[in-house]
């Protein structure tokens, strides 16, 4: 019996994160995991206080597309 072959398969299709702001602008960073991302938002968001400003900053997935439940869950994770 052949193996089932997953639509995707062959193709190299990584999700990266990055965080983005109006008044911050990009991180320009391509994360790889959701977690980094957090991270790199807290560290923007720690240097942003420690100027008595705050971080416009938030975790996007860098293809646009918006972050499904999971990716949600996993901030809010990372978060606590
Ligand atoms: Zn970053």
Do not use: F, W
Request: proline share 4%.
């Amino acid at each position: 019996m052949p193996a089932k072959r997953k639509p995707n398969q062959g193709a190299v299709i990584m999700t990266t994160y990055t965080t983005i702001g109006d008044v911050r602008g990009c991180c320009g960073h391509a994360h790889r995991t959701i977690e980094a991302a957090e991270r790199c938002r807290q560290c923007d968001a720690e240097g942003c206080r420690e100027q008595g400003g705050y971080s416009d900053r938030r975790v996007m997935r860098s293809d646009g597309a918006p972050l499904d439940e999971s990716e949600m869950d996993a901030i809010h994770a990372a978060r606590s």
